[in-house]
């Protein structure tokens, strides 16, 4: 259960995040996506975004200025819980298998998320045919739905049934 808390706070992306930021900006960037020729340019790209940020922090500080403190920084921190949740919901227990209808889950929810976030909660139907447009998926999902293996009632029946694994 400290584990289903600490992830869903998001401090562990964060961390991550910046644990990156710190790798790539040392040059210590090891990812095989990255071909030895680019590896310049992240260096670089770190480097200018920790410079950006200090300069940010250095003028709101100097400013005195707390807008970037509720515009930018407890926006972030709070709307990560939110996010993570929304985002365990996507694949979290689904088998690990190559079929992106069985290793996805779809989630039924109502009209307000699933328009804020372009019918993603339409999750497997996406990830298995990424070529359907956010606007159709509500009518292909109406196609597909016998062939989905994980399909959740709602976000909320979702995390009872994953905090009720964890005990």
Same mark, same amino acid.
């Given at each position: 259960?400290?584990?289903?808390?600490?992830?869903?706070?998001? /401090?562990?992306?964060?961390?991550?995040? /910046?644990?990156?930021?710190? @790798?790539?900006?040392?040059?210590?960037?090891?990812?095989?996506?990255?071909?030895?020729?680019?590896?310049?340019?992240?260096?670089?790209?770190?480097?200018?975004?920790?410079?950006?940020?200090?300069?940010?922090?250095?003028?709101?500080?100097? &400013?005195?200025?707390?807008?970037?403190?509720?515009?930018?920084?407890?926006?972030?921190?709070?709307?990560?819980? &939110?996010?993570?949740?929304?985002?365990?919901?996507? $694949?979290?227990?689904?088998? /690990?298998?190559?079929?992106?209808?069985?290793? @996805?889950?779809?989630?039924?929810?109502?009209?307000?998320?699933?328009?804020?976030?372009?019918?993603?909660?339409?999750?497997?139907?996406? $990830?298995?045919?990424?070529?359907?447009? &956010?606007?159709?998926?509500?009518?292909?999902?109406?196609?597909?739905?016998?062939?989905?293996?994980?399909?959740?009632?709602?976000?909320?029946? &979702? $995390?009872?049934?994953?905090?009720?694994? /964890?005990?």
């Amino acid at each position: 259960m400290r584990q289903y808390i600490v992830h869903v706070s998001g /401090l562990p992306v964060w961390w991550g995040h /910046l644990q990156t930021l710190y @790798t790539n900006a040392i040059g210590g960037c090891h990812d095989s996506y990255v071909p030895p020729k680019g590896l310049p340019k992240v260096r670089t790209e770190a480097r200018a975004m920790i410079a950006f940020y200090v300069v940010v922090a250095a003028l709101a500080l100097w &400013f005195e200025a707390s807008v970037l403190l509720y515009v930018w920084i407890v926006p972030a921190l709070l709307g990560q819980p &939110f996010l993570r949740l929304y985002l365990l919901a996507e $694949h979290g227990r689904c088998p /690990l298998v190559a079929n992106m209808l069985e290793n @996805t889950r779809t989630t039924l929810t109502n009209w307000l998320v699933r328009k804020v976030a372009w019918n993603m909660p339409y999750h497997a139907e996406h $990830h298995a045919y990424p070529g359907v447009p &956010f606007h159709q998926l509500p009518a292909f999902h109406q196609l597909i739905e016998r062939h989905l293996k994980v399909v959740e009632p709602g976000y909320v029946s &979702f $995390h009872e049934k994953y905090v009720e694994t /964890l005990r």
